[in-house]
Structure formats: structure tokens, C-alpha cells
């Protein structure tokens, strides 16, 4: 079995002879930031990291997407951070994509790899460095964790997608399966970040339309993906930018198999006070 992909390499420049005609949309319900629009010109620097540059590609946004940030982020040989999170009620989720990163999570050292995952909870004690000889690139999940009456804050964690096996969708034979690395049934969780691969011909077949944002960042493959009203093709590397209620659906194109990191708001209740009358 080969080894999975995890996006292709991002940043440069295009040539001044390139057409500037690409893929790019922001629509009210959903955003489509292609591969190609991830150069070197709209990269952030960040308070409290440095030799890192980060593409920011979701931030809560009124009447958007409001529930997380991501980011890309690229931690040039010898960088890092020792004081990586400005907020204390925030909690993440780190999923390396290229190069074996460091990360010291309650006074523990972690190698990492590409595939491996962390979950650090709201007043994680946490730093990473890069010590390797190549950049470290990752994907930082961030969200204000939405404390719930009688659910104590989950626990820090650190893994690799190799060690989750995938769960198939019932009645496709595996043509659609998810890596799963928080359990469904955990209440303490308010997010979910987790893996979705689709074999070649597979489908997601009808609408989805529900209450979850997402942020949906193809690792691998290439898909044709409904999005509201449009069929938009998209391809590794690409981020796609999902409000609440948009509808979605998606056809695997093959010839391998089209993979990405989903992230999903959960087991919450709406949220009623901004809209509540006063009295």
C-alpha cells in the first residue's frame, strides 16, 4: 500500500506570463481557496512564533462562518514557538502535513510526522519546534471551547491517523470512510476534526444541509463538490470554506483516492442570547 499523500507544497510566486484567471470564490455560503492562491504575498506572521509564516485560510467572520480559525502553518528549520496560543479559553488541534516537528505538550516531548494529529485542550501547556534539517508544515484548528454543564474539558492527546482505523458509512462498501480521532459520542468534545476518504467513483449522494460549519482541506485527490447551488472541481491543496446550512455533496474523481481534513462545530446547543428580546 503506498504511503498517504498530504497536500503538495505551497508558497512561491506565479510567473508574470500566468494567467490570473483560477478557481478562486467567496460566495455567501461558501468560500474556495484554490491551491494556487497560496503564495508567498498572502502569508501572516504571528506574535510568539518565529522563523513561522502561516496562510490563515478561516477566521470568524459575521455572517459567515463564525465557530474557528485555521491555519497553515510553516515552521522554517530551527523556529517554533514557546508561547504558541494567545487565548486561554482556545482550544486546537494540530495535524502535520510535511516534516517532523517537535511538540512538548505538558512537559512531554512528542516527534511528530506527517499524519500525526494533537488535540490540546482550553489552558494546554504546550510548545513546538522544528528541529529538523527541511520546513515543518501543519494545519492549527483553533476554537473558543463552549464549556457544558456537567462535562468536564477533554483531555490533551497525540497521535497519528495510522493508528485510527477508519469507519465506513453504512451501504458503501468503504467507497466512504472517516477517521474518526474523537468519538462521536463524547459530549466533552465541541469540535471534531477528523479525516474523510473517498475511493475513486465514491460519492457523498444527496445534500447535505445542516447545522455544522466547515473547513474542508483536500490532502489528496481530486473531487467534483456541490456546493450550494454550484459543482465546483477542486484538487489537493485546495480549502474549501463551508457556512452553516450550505448544502453539499461531492463525486470522488479518481484515479486514487480524494482525501481531506474536515472540521465540523458539534454537541452544542444553538446559541439564542443575540437573538433573545429584551424584556
Known amino acids: ?29 461558501y468560500a474556495v481557496i484554490p491551491r494556487g492562491v497560496m503564495s508567498d504575498i498572502v502569508t501572516s506572521f504571528l506574535p510568539g512564533w518565529d522563523g513561522t509564516r502561516a496562510w490563515v485560510l478561516a477566521r470568524p467572520l459575521s455572517g459567515f462562518s463564525e465557530t474557528f480559525a485555521q491555519y497553515l502553518m510553516e515552521v522554517a528549520p530551527g523556529g517554533g514557538s514557546d508561547a504558541p496560543e494567545p487565548d486561554e479559553g482556545a482550544e486546537g488541534v494540530l495535524f502535520v502535513v510535511e516534516g517532523t516537528p517537535s511538540l512538548t505538550l505538558d ?12 488535540y490540546l485542550p ?13 520546513p515543518a508544515r501543519f494545519h492549527w484548528v483553533r476554537k473558543a471551547y463552549e464549556r457544558a454543564p456537567g462535562l468536564a474539558v477533554p483531555e490533551a492527546f497525540v497521535t497519528h491517523e495510522s ?6 458509512m453504512p451501504g458503501t462498501d ?3 470512510a472517516t477517521t474518526r480521532f474523537v468519538a462521536p459520542e463524547d459530549l466533552r468534545h465541541d469540535m471534531h476534526v477528523n479525516i474523510v476518504t473517498m475511493q475513486p467513483g465514491g460519492t457523498i449522494p444527496f445534500e447535505e444541509t445542516h447545522v455544522m460549519e ?3 482541506f483536500v490532502l489528496e485527490g481530486k473531487a467534483v463538490y456541490r456546493l450550494n447551488r454550484d459543482w ?6 485546495d480549502f474549501m470554506w463551508l457556512r452553516a446550512f450550505c448544502p453539499q455533496a461531492c463525486y470522488a474523481g479518481g484515479p486514487g483516492p480524494f482525501r481531506y481534513l474536515l472540521y465540523k462545530d458539534v454537541n452544542r446547543h444553538a446559541p439564542l442570547a443575540p437573538f433573545r428580546s429584551a424584556r
Open 107 to 118: 512537559g512531554r516531548a512528542h516527534a511528530l510526522r506527517p499524519g500525526g494529529y494533537a
Open 174 to 176: 468503504g467507497a466512504w
Open 214 to 216: 466547515h473547513g474542508l
Open 232 to 237: 465546483v472541481e477542486v484538487e489537493a491543496g
Open 122 to 134: 482550553p489552558g494546554a501547556a504546550w510548545s513546538l519546534r522544528n528541529a529538523g534539517a527541511e
Open 163 to 168: 493508528e485510527v482505523a477508519p469507519r465506513a
Open 1 to 29: 500500500m503506498n504511503a498517504p499523500l498530504y497536500n503538495p507544497t505551497c508558497g512561491g510566486l506565479p510567473a508574470q506570463t500566468t494567467l490570473m484567471t483560477g478557481r478562486a470564490v467567496f460566495t455567501e455560503a
